[in-house]
């Protein structure tokens, strides 16, 4: 498994998260599109952010096999940072809407 594929999966995850926050909690939809580029971006933002810490993609298979534990917690992180980024980019958009 290389980094490209862990990044690609750890995208994947925060789309999962950032969708299943949404049906979890109907008032932060932002629709199916939205909602999938929110987890993108969260997803991404959130694994360059803190995967500095020791769990991003190039750490996990440096040493030639993957180390799962690294693995696990770099797809949670992913899955928190889709489901956070949706929260948060609904509560900016409901913002700018009172504002308008």
């Known amino acids: 498994m290389t980094a490209t594929l862990i990044s690609l999966i750890s995208i994947l995850i925060g789309i999962i998260g950032a969708n299943t926050t949404a049906i979890t909690f109907k008032k932060h939809s932002l629709g199916v599109i939205g909602n999938t580029i929110v987890g993108v971006f969260g ?9 500095r810490l020791g ?46």
Do not use: H, M
């Open 43 to 51: 997803s991404i933002l959130f694994i360059k952010s803190f995967g």
């Open 55 to 100: 769990f991003d993609p190039f750490t996990i298979v440096q040493s030639g096999n993957i180390n799962f534990s690294l693995l696990l917690l770099n797809l949670l992180v992913s899955f928190l940072g889709g489901a956070i980024a949706l929260i948060l980019i609904k509560k900016l958009k409901l913002i700018l809407n009172k504002n308008s």
